[in-house]
C-alpha cells in the first residue's frame, strides 16, 4: 500500500495485507496486518536501531555475522559496538 513504512527489523507474516505503518523490530500478520508481537525488548530495539549495522560496510558486517545470528543481549550488542568503534 503506497505511503505505507515498514520500520527496520519488523517480520511481515506470508500473504499479510499491511494498511498501516509497522513499528521497527514488530511482527505483524493477517488481513489486515495486526501486531503480533515485539521481536525483542524495547531497549534491545533501540540499540540496534541506533547502531545501524545494515549500513556499515560488508567487510564490518562480515565481522558480526556471528553475533547476528544470536539473540541479541546487552552483552552481544556491546560486542557488535565494540567492532564498530575500530
Not at 42 to 70: A, G, T, Y
Given at each position: 500500500?503506497?505511503?505505507?513504512?515498514?520500520?527496520?527489523?519488523?517480520?511481515?507474516?506470508?500473504?499479510?495485507?499491511?494498511?498501516?505503518?509497522?513499528?521497527?523490530?514488530?511482527?505483524?500478520?493477517?488481513?489486515?496486518?495486526?501486531?503480533?508481537?515485539?521481536?525483542?525488548?524495547?531497549?534491545?530495539?533501540?540499540?540496534?536501531?541506533?547502531?545501524?549495522?545494515w549500513?556499515?560496510?560488508?567487510?564490518?558486517?562480515?565481522?558480526?555475522?556471528?553475533?547476528?545470528?544470536?539473540?541479541?543481549?546487552?552483552?552481544?550488542?556491546?560486542?557488535?559496538k565494540?567492532?564498530?568503534?575500530?
Amino acid at each position: 500500500m503506497s505511503g505505507v513504512k515498514i520500520g527496520s527489523g519488523s517480520v511481515i507474516a506470508a500473504k499479510s495485507v499491511v494498511v498501516k505503518d509497522v513499528a521497527p523490530y514488530s511482527i505483524v500478520g493477517g488481513n489486515p496486518a495486526r501486531h503480533i508481537k515485539n521481536r525483542f525488548p524495547q531497549h534491545i530495539s533501540q540499540q540496534l536501531l541506533k547502531i545501524k549495522w545494515w549500513e556499515k560496510s560488508d567487510e564490518d558486517i562480515n565481522k558480526i555475522v556471528p553475533l547476528l545470528r544470536q539473540q541479541p543481549t546487552d552483552d552481544i550488542l556491546s560486542q557488535i559496538k565494540a567492532v564498530f568503534m575500530h
